[in-house]
C-alpha cells in the first residue's frame, strides 16, 4: 500500500534521513523504533509532504506522489497524528474535528463526526469548548479523532502516548489498536517502544537515517540488541 | 458643550471606522503570515482613486465601487502570487521589506496611471447634513458607518461560521497542523491578500469623499491604520475594530480639545505607548495552553 524507496531528506546540508526503505501493507500496525534524532519524525513528515525530501520515492497504491502537495496526500488518505498533538487550541473541538475532514464534501463528514464521537465520548461532551483547555489525553484523542476525519487509509501516528499519564498511555494503546481495520495501516512511531512492538505486526528500528532492523514485533522485542538499547532489559 | 462633544464623537467614529477597516486588513495578513503588510495603505489608495476615475469615466457609482474593491482585491492577490510567494521560507523581516518595496512601487504607479492631483469622490448620497443630537451628520458619514458596521458583521460570520474562516484561523495557529488536514496555504495566504486588499480599498472609497484622495493619501492612512491594529491587539479582529474607533475618537477630541495641530500625532504617541506599556494590545492573544 505504501511504500517507500531509499528515501532521503536533510535540513540544510545535515542528512536526517539516508535512504530508508519501508513498506506499510493494508491492515498492518507497524513500528517505528529508534532513539532521539534518530529521524523518526522527518521520516512521518517527508511521507505526509511537510518535509522536503532530496532522493528516492513515495508511492500509494502504486502512484508516485514524492512531490505530491501535503493537500493531495491527505486526500489520498494519507492522514498524520503530529507529535505534541498540534490541535487548534483558541478553535471548538467540534471545529477541530471538522477541519480534520477539510478535504472532504461536508455530507460524508457528518457520518465520520458521529463515528468519532461513538469512540471518544469526551469529545461529544466537550464539543462546544476551546481545544486549548482539554487535558493532555483529551487532546491526544482529539487530535486521533482530527486525524479519523479525513478517512486515513495509512495513519501516521508520532509519539501519541508522549507526556501522558500511564492510565492514559494504556488508553491510548488501546485506541491504536482499535483504529487499525482490513483496510487502514498504521504506522506508529514511539518511544515506549516495548508497549509499541508488543502490538505491532512488524516494526523497524532507525538510527541515524538509517533503518538498522527490521522483523516481526515479537522478533524484535526478542531481540538482545534491541532490548538493550531501546527497552533497557 | 455637549452639542460640540457630539460633533467630535460622531467626527472620530466616521474616521475610527475607515481606520478600523484598515487595521482588520494589516490582522488578516498578519495572521496568515505573521507579516506586517505596509502595502495595505495602497490598497485604500488603489480603492479611492480608481472608483474616482472610473467616475470621470462615466460609469454609475455602484459600479465603480465594485470595479474598484474588485481591482484592489486583485492587486492583493497579485502581490501575494509574485513578491510574497517567491520569497516563501524567508525571514518575516523579509518579506516586511518587500510589502515597503510594494508599496513604494504602487505609489509611482499611481502617479503614472492616474496623476498627481487630489481627487474628490461624489458623496453617495448627497451633501445635505443631518443634524443628531446638537451634531451635524454628513450623510457619507452615516455610510462610513452602516458599512463598516456591515464588513464587520460578514467577517465575524465568516471567520465564526464558515468552514474556509476557520481553516484561515486555523492555519494562523498552526500552521504545520493546518498543512496536515489538507489546509492548503498557499491558498490561505492568497486569499488573506486578497481580503485585505478588499477591506483597504473599501475604506478608500468610503472616506473619499469627505478627507479626498490622491496617490499619497495611503501613506497616512495606513500607518494610522498599522497604529490601530496595534493599540487593539495584532491578530484580533475585535482588537481591530476597537482600536480604530478609539483612534478615531482620541484624534478627533485632541484636534478639537486641544489643537488640530497635534492630530497626527497622536496615532504615533498612542503607538508608541502601546509598544512599550502593553505590546499585546488592547484585545491581543494571551493564550493560554496545555503541552
Same mark, same amino acid.
Given at each position: ?22 513498506? /506499510? ?48 496526500? &491527505?486526500?489520498?488518505?494519507?492522514? +498524520? &497524528?503530529? !507529535?505534541?498533538? +498540534? ?6 473541538? !467540534? ?12 455530507? !460524508? ?32 484523542? /482529539? ?13 501516521? /501516528? ?10 492514559? &498511555? ?18 506508529? &512511531? ?16 532507525? !538510527? ?26 | ?24 486588513? %494589516? ?16 490598497? *485604500? ?21 465594485? @470595479?474598484? *474593491? ?88 465568516? %471567520? ?11 492555519? $494562523? ?16 495566504? @492568497?486569499? $488573506? %491578500?486578497?481580503? $485585505? ?8 472609497? @468610503? ?6 484622495? $490622491? ?61 512599550? %506599556? ?8 494571551? *493564550?493560554?495552553?496545555?503541552?
Amino acid at each position: 500500500m505504501l511504500e517507500i524507496r531509499s528515501l532521503a531528506s536533510a535540513y540544510g546540508r545535515i542528512p536526517a534521513l539516508k535512504g530508508i526503505d519501508l513498506d /506499510l501493507r493494508p491492515g498492518e500496525l507497524v513500528t517505528l523504533v529508534g532513539a532521539n534524532g534518530a529521524g523518526k519524525t522527518t521520516l512521518l513528515r517527508a511521507i505526509s509532504g511537510v518535509q522536503p525530501v532530496t532522493g528516492g520515492t513515495v508511492r500509494i497504491s502504486g502512484a508516485d506522489i514524492t512531490r505530491a502537495s501535503s493537500r493531495h496526500r &491527505v486526500r489520498l488518505g494519507i492522514v +498524520q &497524528v503530529p !507529535e505534541g498533538r +498540534q490541535v487548534f487550541g483558541p478553535l471548538s473541538v !467540534e471545529d477541530n474535528l471538522r477541519l480534520g475532514a477539510y478535504t472532504r464534501p461536508r455530507a !460524508e463528514a457528518e457520518g465520520s463526526l458521529e463515528r468519532v464521537y461513538a469512540m471518544f465520548p469526551v469529545l461529544k461532551d466537550k464539543r462546544g469548548s476551546s481545544a486549548g483547555t482539554l487535558s493532555g489525553g483529551q487532546q491526544q484523542m /482529539l487530535a486521533m479523532g482530527r486525524a479519523l476525519m479525513a478517512q486515513p487509509r495509512v495513519l501516521l /501516528l508520532d509519539e501519541p502516548s508522549m507526556g501522558l499519564a500511564p492510565r492514559l &498511555v494504556a488508553e491510548i494503546f488501546a485506541c491504536v489498536q482499535a483504529l487499525r481495520t482490513a483496510d487502514t495501516a498504521i504506522l506508529l &512511531v514511539e518511544q515506549n517502544a516495548g508497549a509499541a512492538l508488543a502490538i505491532a505486526d512488524r516494526g523497524y528500528v532507525l !538510527e541515524t537515517g538509517q533503518i538498522v532492523l527490521t522483523g516481526t514485533g515479537a522478533a524484535l522485542l526478542a531481540d538482545a540488541g534491541v532490548r538493550s538499547a531501546y527497552l533497557g532489559f | 458643550m455637549t452639542a460640540q462633544f457630539a460633533q467630535y464623537l460622531v467626527t472620530g467614529l466616521t474616521v475610527g471606522a475607515v481606520y478600523a477597516l484598515v487595521a482588520l486588513g %494589516f490582522s488578516i495578513i498578519y495572521n496568515a503570515s505573521q507579516v506586517i503588510n505596509f502595502a495595505q495603505g495602497e490598497f *485604500v489608495m488603489v480603492g479611492g482613486m480608481c472608483s474616482v476615475w472610473l467616475v470621470d469615466q462615466g460609469v454609475p457609482l455602484p459600479a465603480a465601487v465594485v @470595479l474598484a *474593491v474588485a481591482a484592489a482585491a486583485l492587486l492583493g492577490l497579485a502581490l501575494e502570487k509574485f513578491a510574497v510567494e517567491p520569497a516563501r521560507g524567508a525571514p518575516v523581516v523579509t518579506l516586511v521589506i518587500i510589502t515597503i518595496g510594494a508599496s513604494i512601487l504602487l505609489r509611482g504607479l499611481a502617479t503614472l496611471v492616474w496623476d498627481k492631483k487630489i481627487h474628490a469622490l461624489k458623496p453617495f448620497s448627497g451633501e445635505a447634513p443631518l443634524q443628531v443630537g446638537g451634531a451635524v451628520v454628513l450623510p457619507q458619514s452615516l455610510w462610513v458607518l452602516g458599512v463598516t458596521l456591515a464588513v464587520v458583521l460578514l467577517l465575524s460570520w465568516f %471567520f465564526g461560521r464558515t468552514l474556509l474562516g476557520k481553516a484561515l484561523l486555523a492555519t $494562523s495557529h498552526n500552521r504545520l497542523a493546518a498543512q496536515l488536514v489538507g489546509i492548503s496555504v498557499r491558498n490561505v495566504m @492568497l486569499l $488573506s %491578500f486578497s481580503l $485585505s486588499a478588499a477591506l483597504g480599498a473599501v475604506a478608500g472609497i @468610503l472616506v473619499a469623499p469627505i478627507t479626498f484622495t $490622491s496617490w499619497d493619501v495611503g501613506v497616512m492612512l495606513g500607518l494610522k491604520g498599522f497604529a490601530a491594529a496595534i493599540l487593539g491587539g495584532l491578530g484580533s479582529g475585535a482588537g481591530a475594530v476597537l482600536g480604530g474607533m478609539v483612534l478615531g475618537i482620541a484624534e478627533s477630541m485632541s484636534a478639537g480639545y486641544v489643537s488640530s495641530a497635534y492630530k497626527d500625532a497622536i496615532a504615533f504617541v498612542i503607538l508608541l505607548a502601546v509598544l512599550v %506599556f502593553a505590546p499585546d494590545g488592547l484585545l491581543g492573544r494571551r *493564550v493560554a495552553e496545555r503541552v
